[in-house]
């Protein structure tokens, strides 16, 4: 199996990070059997859009989550890291574990 898991959600509170916030995460690597996908199926429309990392962001986006890793954006770079035989890849990971549970109130 590629990914530990394929959800259809995310499990997680809106953290409200825009594609600015994200670039300002220092990329990090991942292994790609740590991660749960946020979404079951692969969207062109979603894929194609502006705001996805196909065309911005070179890194995928994870969110850290109750000790959890979501591949929240980037599901195709995921599989272009499988399909070409590797393990790990990098992200930039978003951990809202660390975060004071105050800031999460209310998302």
Request: charged share 20%; net charge positive.
């Amino acid at each position: 199996m590629i990914f530990k898991g394929v959800g259809d959600q995310r499990p997680y509170p809106q953290h409200g990070l825009t594609q600015a916030s994200w670039g300002k995460i220092a990329p990090a690597q991942v292994r790609l059997n740590s991660l749960i996908t946020t979404q079951k199926q692969l969207n062109l429309e979603t894929l194609l859009a502006e705001d996805s990392t196909f065309y911005g962001d070179l890194f995928p986006h994870v969110v850290r989550y109750r000790g959890q890793l979501y591949l929240e954006d980037g599901v195709h770079r995921a599989l272009r890291t499988a399909l070409q035989g590797r393990a790990v890849m990098y992200a930039r990971v978003l951990n809202l574990d660390a975060l004071a549970p105050s800031l999460l109130e209310g998302n």
